[in-house]
């Protein structure tokens, strides 16, 4: 079936610094989604990608539609530890109403 | 609004055992979805619902059943629990896969233990 690749499993950064994830595939998608997901708590709708080629910025995130449609890319600038969490990069291919959720990536901000 | 709501919130149960999660939205969404989420293995999808009175397999049905009988709710029903399931189920729902309306939006999570 699809499959969505996020890598690495876990990320440590800096208070202050940016940091980009990216997603891929090797089956196109229609649609991206990125989720951000709090510990305890469900996964949190960022952004929404339906275009190729489409970048859409919500506050410090910014993310991108790849232009072949198997990959996007999310970036966050100036991190802040609330910024902690589990992120998840989503995918829509056809007329299917399902999701293709990757396995996330676990973000820590150090103050 | 309250969004996606689920009850309960944890519950313990022991092997064999049967219980039923309950998912509610207040969005007037058609789409509902029920998911799992163990360590390491992201979200996977049970079952889902593309309108009231209808229900769908997912990626990981077996040892589960659904239903939908209004529109607002969504129901997830173990009948003999096993330790395999284990987990964080998520109720998600969303409007409808036309247009730009795919966004799914999640519950709170519901944390069972099977012993």
């Known amino acids: 079936g699809q499959q969505l690749n996020q890598s690495p499993q876990s990320m440590f950064i800096q208070e202050g610094e940016d940091v980009s994830m990216n997603c891929t595939s090797s089956?196109?998608?229609?649609?991206w989604l990125w989720y951000k997901q709090d510990p305890g708590e469900g996964p949190v709708l960022l952004i929404a990608l339906y275009k190729a080629g489409e970048l859409t910025s919500n506050g410090r995130l910014t993310a991108q539609f790849g232009i072949t449609r198997k990959d996007s890319f999310l970036n966050i600038s100036a991190s802040i530890p609330s910024d902690v969490g589990i992120y998840f990069c989503?995918?829509?291919?056809?007329?299917?109403?399902?999701?293709?959720f990757g396995k996330g990536i676990t973000l820590s901000v150090r103050p | 609004n309250a969004g996606v709501t689920q009850t309960p919130k944890f519950r313990v149960l022991k092997t064999g055992q049967s219980m039923t999660l309950l998912c509610a939205q207040d969005m007037n969404h058609e789409y509902m979805y029920w998911y799992r989420q163990d360590p390491g293995m992201g979200l996977r999808l049970i079952h889902y619902?593309?309108?009231?009175?209808?229900?769908a397999k997912g990626e990981v049905p077996d040892g589960y059943n659904v239903s939908r009988l209004k529109k607002q709710n969504f129901l997830l029903g173990l009948e003999s629990a096993a330790p395999s399931q284990t987990s964080v189920y998520f109720c998600?729902?969303?409007?409808?896969?036309?247009?730009?309306?795919?966004?799914?939006?999640f519950g709170p999570g519901t944390r069972l233990t099977v012993t």
């Open positions: 619902s593309v309108g009231e009175g209808t229900t």
């Open positions: 989503a995918g829509l291919s056809g007329a299917n109403s399902k999701l293709t």
């Open positions: 998600a729902s969303s409007y409808s896969p036309q247009g730009r309306n795919y966004e799914q939006y």
């Open positions: 089956s196109i998608f229609n649609t």
